[in-house]
């Protein structure tokens, strides 16, 4: 069965009108109210997802404007019928090299960088393969609604190299996976992966 995400998702859906309505109010009273419920989500990501209640608040209380989901961006290289993939550090399991979209870079220019700094190859994008919603895939429950982008790049140059946020690098064929980063990358997103570099098309999007 199943895990039932219905706390978490209450809770990420009266976060994000307690920020709008702290964003475009007025009113004291209604800065008042939103306020409150804004600790009411707090208090029901805690309780529902198992995460500290500080942390859940510095998370939520960071967070202003129009709340919007986050972008994440991974980039895909795949040599002699093997995916790059490196080891994240914080919890042991495998991903595609990436990370959180950064301001004043474009999804090309971070998925190069992204790649460099968590691998050390050099690479060059070639297509964008997918754009999917995290919550739509087998992931572990997130306080946040997340875009992942996923885009081909060609190597150019480099040599593994391990970084602060990971502990190895390596290239692996889609029947002999390590173990996954689950937050981060599912197999069977990698199997879309595969079959959409295999047979070039439009990219796929949720």
Same mark, same amino acid.
């Given at each position: 069965m199943a895990e039932d995400t219905r706390g978490i998702d209450w809770a990420k859906r009266i976060q994000a009108i307690a920020q709008a309505g702290l964003a475009y109010s007025r009113d004291a009273f209604d800065l008042e109210r939103f306020e409150e419920l804004r600790s009411i989500s707090v208090e029901m990501m805690a309780a529902y997802s198992g995460l500290d209640i500080r942390q859940v608040n510095h998370l939520f209380a960071g967070e202003s404007g129009y709340a919007t989901p986050k972008v994440d961006i991974r980039g895909v290289v795949i040599r002699d019928g093997k995916i790059l993939l490196v080891q994240e550090k914080n919890d042991g399991g495998w991903s595609l090299p990436g990370g959180w979209a950064d301001i004043g870079l474009s999804p090309r220019e971070i998925v190069v960088k992204e790649v460099k700094e968590e691998s050390g190859?050099?690479?060059?994008?070639?297509?964008?393969? *997918?754009?999917?919603?995290?919550?739509?895939?087998?992931?572990?429950?997130? &306080?946040? %609604?997340?875009?992942?982008?996923?885009?081909?790049?060609?190597?150019?140059?480099?040599? *593994?190299?391990?970084?602060?946020?990971?502990?190895?690098?390596?290239?692996? &064929?889609? %029947?002999?996976?390590?173990?996954?980063s689950t937050d981060r990358i599912t197999e069977s997103q990698i199997e879309l992966l595969f079959r959409q570099v295999r047979e070039p098309g439009e990219a796929v999007f949720d």
């Open positions: 190859y050099d690479v060059a994008p070639v297509r964008l393969l *997918a754009v999917l919603d995290r919550n739509k895939h087998p992931h572990p429950p997130h &306080a946040y %609604d997340i875009y992942k982008i996923f885009i081909q790049c060609e190597l150019t140059g480099g040599q *593994a190299r391990a970084s602060i946020e990971t502990s190895d690098v390596g290239f692996f &064929a889609p %029947d002999d996976l390590p173990q996954l």
